[in-house]
């Protein structure tokens, strides 16, 4: 309110004379939704105001943070969606109101919440003491005026437009002026309900998934006047609520349902083609990586639910009429049904009619996703993103469409076209496909390098790699920046290397692009090392293999407090080849690194703090104010090593490998069941990799020195065992 009690002051301190100029500055003020000091300087020098009162004004400008921060969320609408979205943000430590128009529908959504928390405690996902947390931030109301401390208020009503304006209407003249206003509609303008809102610079999209407590994906809509500052703080707001954000511009169905829907639709006019459910089930799942076939989701999700929002699209031409079984079914309120046990014997029967189903399902999803890219709704990564995040598929459109090529994608959307009588695309081939993996955001001295990948755990595969160092050398290169960070999106800081890519070379013998990868690869990081710009990795999940490895090579690891990490190498039949036998000593010594190496461990963020393999652990909060350059890096204490940490470190720097394996190690100070439970983790490694990996920790030749190797390595029958499965208990031979 800070901003607001500036505004008050403004108009008292203004004579009559200058009021209509004070309402013009602070209109552009609040357009801009940030405060615009110098502006608001001159304006006030310029109309000559009393000192005093001119310095009070600016001071209480100058405290106005630029962001807003959100502690509690408000949920209207206490359904399906409303009542998962209001679990979700109870999860993640925010203050939640619950409200719908009584309270009984409010009682039973939190009811259903209460229970889903029951369910989590049996599965030991949550304990006793976490829900009576979350309950107790959890509140519920029929009163939309208890809501008017809330700073964000997120709308989870039935799919009206006038309902949904109204109520619109009604919470922007109760909520204080600076509180963020969101939808989760799936389908009308953004720009459209911002009008029935008090200052639409606050008012978004923000597009849940269902289910909206469990499905990570969340699309972030902004409308027409949606200021840059809402923005940044819905996605702040989504990554503290553990989503990974997607963008779209204001169009119907945005971009998943854009493409979707239509693809639910389509397997209905295949079924009003005498094509049967079972079959159109089959070849969708074979297709698109997935458990539940077109009709199936349908049923789960609410058939007047695909009905409604295929009915929005139609504004985009024939292909989007809704079909006549779709809407037949909606109105005598009917699922669909069909005999799951025949889906199987499709397989088999009138492949062509297999193969027919395949290019329409696949032709459709083509055609209307080039339209998004032609449209510049959102970015080929977006699309991807999208349908491996939100619906599950094993590869994103954009994905499968790189895979079969500009000449077969164009076949398949010129059958579409002349089915339906649309207009092909022009965002057809390569330079329309490539994905952005890597992002990079300059804020002044700042440079923020994000591998932002998350549907695959933002694993580093070749173009990852190429994006990566593009990226950090344009920041390098910049002499205005003075600090480089880099980190991850979604669960993953970087989940390791791309393990498909090894095992196809390796299959197809060609060990040479996996030396040469790694060649690259340590090249990049090398540069990494020798930059004269402070590198600051920040951990915010999974650091595993490749992604410690680069981690390392930062003059600062700060880590997330559920960071993970760990080199799980040696467990699947290598070792680390980016330069982790050799950081990982520089940075911890001899005997810890070859404890990290040899049992491939998993450390906690606070465990890898109390070694000193990460510097600090920081909350989420100071992550974004870091980040942001709103805060200044943390101040780090050199800790010594303490517990059982110097236990673990003598041992491993006083006993071999070859003890250890054999049990004739020298306990020093270690408890034996400690001890005895580390050689039983080492047993079941690869052996070969174990004394790779420990060769190059004692000769210490520097990161190149891995290289050597590598085919040594890669050509055994344990890597290929163990790089194929992955997550599996193997057995591993020592050749």
Not at 449 to 470: G, R, V
Request: aromatic residues 10%.
């Amino acid at each position: 309110m800070e901003l607001f009690e500036t505004y008050k002051f403004f108009f008292q301190a203004s004579s009559k004379l200058y009021k209509s100029h004070a309402i013009q500055t602070i209109e552009m003020l609040q357009a801009a939704q940030h405060h615009n000091l110098t502006n608001f300087n001159n304006f006030l020098n310029v109309k000559n105001f009393k000192n005093l009162e001119k310095n009070t004004a600016i001071k209480k400008l100058q405290n106005y943070p630029a962001m807003k921060k959100i502690r509690t969320v408000g949920v209207v609408g206490a359904g399906t969606m409303g009542s998962a979205l209001a679990q979700k943000f109870v999860q993640e430590g925010f203050n939640v109101i619950l409200a719908d128009r009584a309270m009984n529908f409010v009682e039973k959504g939190i009811t259903g919440i209460k229970s889903t928390f029951s369910e989590g405690t049996k599965k030991k996902l949550f304990t006793d003491e976490q829900i009576k947390n979350f309950l107790n931030n959890l509140k519920g109301t029929e009163n939309l005026f208890d809501l008017q401390g809330c700073d964000l208020v997120v709308e989870a009503i039935y799919e009206d437009f006038n309902a949904k304006s109204e109520l619109f209407k009604e919470l922007s003249s109760i909520v204080p002026y600076d509180t963020i206003l969101a939808t989760n509609t799936s389908s009308f303008s953004i720009s459209e309900l911002a009008a029935s809102v008090k200052y639409p610079e606050r008012f978004i999209g923000l597009h849940y998934f269902y289910h909206a407590a469990k499905n990570r994906l969340l699309e972030i809509i902004p409308g027409l006047k949606t200021s840059e500052d809402t923005i940044k703080t819905a996605h702040r707001f989504a990554v503290l609520t553990g989503k990974d954000p997607i963008y779209s511009k204001d169009a119907n169905g945005f971009i998943v349902n854009r493409f979707f829907v239509p693809w639910l639709n389509e397997s209905v006019r295949l079924h009003q083609e005498k094509v049967s459910i079972e079959r159109i089930e089959n070849v969708c799942k074979d297709v698109f990586g997935i458990s539940m076939g077109p009709f199936e989701l349908m049923n789960v999700t609410g058939v007047p639910v695909a009905y409604h929002a295929e009915k929005t699209l139609e504004v985009f031409g024939s292909l989007y009429t809704v079909a006549k079984e779709l809407k037949k079914k909606t109105d005598e309120k009917q699922q669909w049904t069909w005999d799951k046990s025949k889906e199987l014997n499709t397989c088999t029967t009138y492949p062509e009619v297999n193969l027919a189903v395949k290019e329409r399902m696949l032709g459709l999803v083509f055609f209307i996703c080039s339209q998004l890219l032609d449209e510049k709704v959102c970015s080929a990564s977006d699309i991807d993103k999208g349908a491996r995040i939100g619906l599950r598929w094993k590869k994103g459109p954009v994905e499968l469409m790189r895979e079969l090529g500009e000449n077969e994608v164009t076949r398949l959307i010129v059958k579409i076209i002349d089915l339906y009588n649309m207009e092909l695309p022009d965002a057809i081939g390569k330079k329309y496909w490539k994905p952005a993996n890597v992002k990079l955001e300059k804020n002044d001295a700042i440079a923020v390098i994000t591998i932002d990948q998350p549907e695959t755990l933002n694993a580093l595969s070749e173009d990852t790699m190429k994006q990566f160092s593009d990226c950090f050398d344009r920041a390098d290169k910049n002499s205005s920046i003075e600090t480089i960070f880099i980190t991850g999106s979604g669960k993953a800081f970087v989940a390791g290397a791309d393990i498909k890519f090894f095992v196809n070379n390796i299959k197809n013998e060609r060990i040479c692009n996996i030396e040469s990868f790694t060649e690259f690869g340590q090249s990049v990081f090398h540069r990494i090392d020798n930059s004269k710009k402070k590198i600051v990795a920040v951990i915010n999940g999974l650091a595993l293999g490749g992604g410690l490895e680069l981690a390392l090579c930062a003059d600062l690891i700060l880590a997330l407090p559920k960071a993970q990490m760990a080199f799980p190498e040696t467990g699947i039949g290598i070792y680390p080849g980016l330069g982790g036998t050799q950081r990982s000593v520089r940075k911890l010594g001899n005997g810890l690194s070859k404890y990290l190496v040899l049992t491939g461990k998993m450390l906690s963020a606070r465990d890898a703090e109390e070694i000193g393999l990460v510097d600090k652990v920081i909350s989420n909060e100071e992550m974004f104010s870091i980040l942001g350059g709103e805060i200044p890096l943390p101040f780090i204490e050199k800790k010594s090593l303490e517990g059982k940490w110097i236990s673990i470190k003598n041992f491993f720097e006083k006993n071999s490998l070859q003890k250890i394996t054999d049990k004739k190690y020298s306990l020093d100070g270690m408890n034996r069941e400690e001890a005895e439970k580390l050689a039983k983790t080492i047993k079941y490694k690869a052996p070969i990799a174990l004394k790779l990996a420990e060769q190059l920790i004692n000769e210490a030749k520097g990161c190149s020195s891995e290289l050597d190797h590598l085919r040594e390595v890669f050509l055994t029958s344990d890597a290929l065992l163990g790089l194929s499965s992955i997550g599996e208990k193997v057995v591993y031979q020592g050749r």
